[in-house]
Every structure is written in structure tokens, then in C-alpha cells.
């Protein structure tokens, strides 16, 4: 078996294990593919800091989707691609002109708009508020967890808790992320 045929294979059972509820096999499917969502995103946006969150995003959208996911002969790498495509067309829509994703690289060179960040400003408002929103716990346990990409067993050492807690806490803290940022777009 090839190396694309392994990789492959273990996405299948890190995903499967994922919409069977282990937080922690999305969170290896996470540090997988990262810095290609990442790399992908930042050719097209001109700061760091907006590629930060539009990847943390394709993630979070990834992740709630994830019950759904079915591979369909597409590698899960280009299922997160998809999201990310369908971020970054979010993101330009949301300028005062439209821009092309194909135009997307020249934007990256040029400073920001007022417009854009104006936007980005409130779009990181928003999340930061879902997130301080959120009992302690559930900020930490996201911070160490997804923010910083720590081992569960890290994470666990860390709020001096089991590793079991600890995936139990994060999948509940997600939930709760979640349902806080549907309730801000309404």
C-alpha cells in the first residue's frame, strides 16, 4: 500500500472515530492538515492574523459538519479545501467589492481596507466574545486543546484531570462554542 493509500486509510478510521464522538481523533485529523489549510489560506489573505482565524474557522466548520461527512471517493484533505474555498469567497463577498478568488493573491500584497478591517475586527469580536463567553473551563480547555494543538494527555496534565475529562470537556466546550456563534449570526 502506498503512502496516499495509508494516509488515506487513516483518515478513514481517525474520521469515523471522530463522528463516533472521540474529539481527540478530530484533533489528530487537525495537526494533520493545518499548516496546508493554513499555507492555502495565507497566499490569498494579507495578514497573518486574518489567515489564523479564516483556518481556525475552516476547522470549527469542519468539525460541525463532520457528522455528515461521508469521503464520496474525495480524500478528506480536499473536503477541507472545499471549506476553505467556500471561506475565503465568504470572506471577499463580504467586502465592498467583490473580488474574484482567482484575485485573491493580489489582494495579499496590498495593506487592508478600512472596510475589511472593520469587518475582520468584528468577526474576531464575535468569537472572542462566544469564547469569553464561555465558563473558564471551556476556555481553557479550547486554548490548550484546538488554539494550541496540545496533546490531550498535555492538556490533561495540564488541568490536572483525566484524559478522558478532558475529551468529554472539550467536545461539550465546542458544543457550547458553537451553539454561542449560531446564536450571534441570528
Do not use: C
Not at 34 to 41: G, K, S, V
Not at 104 to 124: G, L
Amino acid at each position: 500500500m502506498g503512502e496516499d493509500a495509508h494516509a488515506l486509510e487513516n483518515d478513514a478510521e481517525l474520521i469515523a472515530r471522530a463522528q463516533g464522538g472521540e474529539v481527540e481523533a478530530f484533533g489528530e485529523l487537525y495537526q494533520r492538515y493545518l499548516d496546508q489549510i493554513y499555507r492555502y489560506i495565507r497566499v490569498r489573505v494579507a495578514e497573518d492574523r486574518v489567515a489564523e482565524d479564516l483556518t481556525e474557522v475552516v476547522f470549527l466548520r469542519s468539525f460541525e459538519t463532520l457528522g455528515r461527512y461521508k469521503e464520496r471517493g474525495r480524500s478528506f484533505s480536499a473536503f477541507l479545501y472545499q471549506v476553505a474555498r467556500n471561506l475565503l469567497v465568504d470572506h471577499y463577498r463580504q467586502q465592498k467589492e467583490e473580488v474574484p478568488i482567482e484575485d485573491a493573491n493580489q489582494m495579499a500584497i496590498s495593506a487592508p481596507t478600512v472596510d475589511e478591517q472593520v469587518i475582520q475586527a468584528e468577526r474576531i469580536r464575535a468569537i472572542g466574545h462566544a469564547l469569553t463567553s464561555l465558563p473558564p473551563d471551556y476556555q481553557e480547555v479550547i486554548r490548550l486543546r484546538v488554539i494550541l494543538a496540545l496533546s490531550t494527555a498535555d492538556v490533561a496534565a495540564w488541568m490536572g484531570r483525566s484524559e478522558g475529562a478532558i475529551r468529554v470537556l472539550l467536545h461539550r466546550a465546542l458544543t457550547a462554542l458553537r451553539r454561542r456563534l449560531a446564536e450571534s449570526d441570528e
